[in-house]
């Protein structure tokens, strides 16, 4: 359950993390790679070119699904790329796919090029391959890091049937804001379930050998703190203290250097003015020097040439040199390492050395994974064909999709549907259109075998159901409402399907409003007015400010985006075949205008405490509290914790204290239930959190029954980064929570002894 000590051993030292250093000659490995004697062999024998080649990466324009998914990208012809490749000026290529022709720019790596060195094919597999998953926010509210590794274990199978070595995922940014786009990509809002998520997710890509044909190398991103970026604007700049840095986010890479990953990716913010992809701070005194990373950093998108806008760099030379010195060791997709890094190093401003180091990383990556033993690794024609879309794969993905829901309020028990007897209108512009099922970051996009959830319903209850669309995702359609409230009028209940189209979220998707579109608004409130039953089934990226006739909706089950499965996994809990079991990892606000609004947020001096209003933390038009908090997610059944229990009120230092509660199903159906503990440190050195989850417990609790649950407590459980950038635990009071979300729950005091 806790973090182990080891993995908060790296936050050390008090130097600012956003310092750069300034001669070249300073710049030296924080830590020496390991030799190889065939690695140092080849190093020896490359000219400066081809080592430069080695550390640049390229969008696929041969394979090729890169041009659809970068359309701004001038495409090579295969022949000039063929070329480049035989030159060594490649040291792979990304977002594309295919056995046959995979084989062929691999042929000419290791038969023409100078060294034969293969090359890396990567992807950005953020979801699933051609069996599309739940996105990664939805995923994470699962609150099942076991249901991501195995997810992530599938999305692998398939991707490397593909000739896909290395994925740029998992993110494990922790978000702060709600209106960023990329919340999407994102764990959610907590330190703790982002670390939990990240090991899964490494696991689940990698597998239990690198070497194996089925293994995808995994990639961290974005180092770092881009969930914190100002305003929830994506490539926005980042002002943060160190100590929140570092305790906020940070942890996450941790977590997943400590499973295993071998790449991570730089951010495109600044943090404190300094362009991470340029801050040796980060890239090599935190991230190497203190985390002890020993694979290599690859830029994202042409952030290493961004460092011109930026305002950090006078132009793609100078952007080339700080880059690498900083500790950025792949060029993705700018050329400017190619262009630039001969003539730095001939002429002494980047020392042979660091260009060797950076090189040296990256064979030591592509030995890892095997690609030195077999260069045609993952290019195997008959995986090609029988590995997509196995039955048992499509069945995880209804799994996921189902278990990703969040039933959020369910007045009346206005769910579950009953199967027969019951007339339902749909409504709603999600409700049947195939193309609104992934959400974002799907790279080779197919929806002829996805489910809608008009598909799946049609399925269950036939005849009884009518379908009517009422508007477009943004804006009306002729007769498109009437038409809804006709439909409406004759159903027994209503189902809307309305929120986010799936590009309204993801990467440059910011919002300035987070709410359900002004079109598909007016939808519900004219059928909200009907006075029917209306459940809304609400497709979204991130959390949502609901308003007016969506908030007031008899029942609201967030639906996030799904994948390929989206529509039967919905209908498993709409019919009451499985009772929903997701919870919110980001707060629901009540209003756009509280973002950035998170549940851990510290406390102030003048809290709002109950009704009082007068000079305290909180808006003049609404309280300093969410719509639906962290952890919030209601069953079919109806659960009641009782207060939490501890085995001693005082813990000593080197020892341990169970906390515990008693959990009843008082319902008369079963429900999976989602036990969450929580601490929050009473008085500190730096003012802590209000609550911080610390673990999370599953259990299945048949109707009428009660179960105990337990949590282990030490000391490293109390830990926070202090002043001196050290994790440290103080002795004193501390609040102890057992409860169903992070505003629940009945607290125990524990008071934690001096060593």
């Not at 694979?295 to 952030?303: A, L, N």
């Not at 369910?410 to 209108?425: H, I, R």
Request: hydrophobic share 45%; net charge neutral; proline share 5%.
């Amino acid at each position: 359950m806790s973090q182990s000590l080891s993995r908060r051993a790296f936050f050390k030292g008090a130097a600012s993390t956003f310092a750069v250093a300034g001669a070249a000659s300073a710049y030296l490995p924080a830590i020496a790679a390991p030799k190889d004697a065939f690695i140092e062999g080849l190093i020896a024998k490359m000219s400066l070119e081809e080592k430069a080649g080695q550390l640049s990466l390229y969008s696929d324009s041969v394979r090729t699904e890169a041009a659809f998914f970068n359309p701004t990208i001038a495409s090579q012809s295969k022949d000039q790329v063929l070329a480049d490749i035989a030159a060594g000026k490649i040291t792979g290529l990304f977002n594309g796919r295919g056995v046959a022709l995979s084989r062929e720019l691999q042929k000419v790596a290791v038969e023409k090029s100078p060294h034969g060195i293969p090359l890396i094919f990567a992807a950005d597999i953020i979801h699933g391959m051609t069996t599309i998953f739940p996105i990664p926010m939805a995923e994470a509210a699962s609150f099942d890091p076991e249901l991501s590794r195995r997810t992530n274990r599938a999305a692998a199978v398939e991707a490397t049937a593909n000739a896909i070595h290395w994925t740029f995922s998992p993110a494990v940014d922790v978000v702060r804001d709600q209106r960023w786009g990329r919340s999407a990509e994102a764990a959610g809002e907590d330190t703790w379930l982002a670390c939990q998520f990240a090991t899964a997710r490494v696991q689940g890509f990698q597998g239990p050998a690198l070497k194996a044909p089925d293994s995808m190398l995994a990639c961290l991103k974005h180092f770092a703190a881009y969930g914190a970026v100002e305003a929830g604007i994506d490539y926005n700049t980042v002002e943060i203290t160190e100590p929140t840095l570092r305790q906020t986010h940070l942890p996450s890479f941790k977590a997943g250097i400590d499973a295993g990953a071998l790449t991570v990716m730089s951010a495109f913010n600044d943090i404190g003015g300094v362009p991470s992809t340029g801050n040796r701070r980060l890239l090599t005194d935190i991230l190497r020097g203190e985390m002890g990373f020993k694979g290599f950093v690859v830029s994202d998108f042409t952030s290493e040439e961004e460092l011109i806008a930026h305002g950090f760099a006078a132009d793609g030379r100078d952007a080339a040199k700080k880059a690498l010195l900083a500790g950025c060791d792949m060029s993705m997709q700018s050329g400017i390492y190619m262009k630039y890094l001969p003539e730095l190093v001939r002429s002494g401003e980047v020392p042979k050395t660091v260009l060797d180091e950076a090189v040296r990383r990256v064979l030591r990556i592509k030995k890892a994974i095997g690609l030195f033993d077999d260069p045609y690794k993952s290019m195997d024609a008959a995986r090609e064909r029988n590995d997509m879309r196995r039955p048992e794969t499509i069945a995880l993905a209804r799994e996921a999709a189902r278990r990703a829901c969040v039933l959020l309020k369910n007045d009346n028990d206005v769910l579950p549907l009953k199967k027969s007897g019951q007339k339902v209108a749909l409504i709603g512009p999600l409700a049947a259109d195939r193309n609104q099922l992934n959400g974002y970051w799907v790279v080779f996009p197919d929806t002829k075998d996805s489910v809608t959830v008009e598909m799946a319903m049609r399925g269950v209850i036939g005849d009884s159901l009518t379908v009517t669309r009422g508007s477009d995702i943004d804006a009306p359609i002729a007769g498109g409402i009437e038409a809804a409230v006709k439909a409406a009028k004759a159903a027994d209940v209503v189902v809307l399907c309305i929120g986010e189209g799936q590009e309204m979220s993801g990467e440059a998707q910011s919002r300035t409003e987070i709410t359900v579109p002004d079109a598909q608004m007016a939808l519900a409130e004219a059928v909200k007015a009907t006075g029917k039953p209306v459940v809304v089934l609400l497709s979204h990226g991130r959390a949502i400010a609901l308003e007016g006739a969506v908030r007031d909706a008899d029942a609201i089950l967030c639906t996030w985006f799904l994948g390929s499965e989206a529509g039967n996994g919905i209908a498993d809990l709409l019919f009451g075949d499985y009772s929903p079991s997701g919870r919110l990892p980001c707060s629901f606000p009540l209003k756009s205008g509280q973002e950035p609004f998170y549940y851990n947020h510290r406390t102030t001096g003048r809290p709002q405490i109950g009704d009082d209003a007068s000079y305290r933390a909180r808006w003049r038009d609404a309280p300093f509290a969410p719509l639906y908090p962290f952890g919030h997610g209601l069953g079919y059944g109806k659960v009641h914790y009782g207060a939490t229990q501890l085995s001693a009120e005082t813990l000593p230092w080197s020892g341990k204290v169970t906390a515990s509660v008693e959990v009843r199903n008082a319902g008369s159906r079963p429900l999976h239930e989602v036990a969450q503990l929580y601490i929050h440190d009473r008085v500190a050195s730096i003012t802590q959190p209000v609550r911080s989850l610390k673990g999370i417990r599953h259990l299945d609790l048949k109707a009428g029954e009660t179960q105990t649950v337990s949590f282990e407590l030490s000391h490293a459980d109390l830990a926070f980064v202090g002043l001196d950038m050290k994790w440290q635990a103080e002795p004193g009071e501390f609040n102890i929570w057992i409860a169903p979300s992070s505003a629940a729950g009945i607290p125990a005091k524990l008071t934690l002894l001096k060593a």
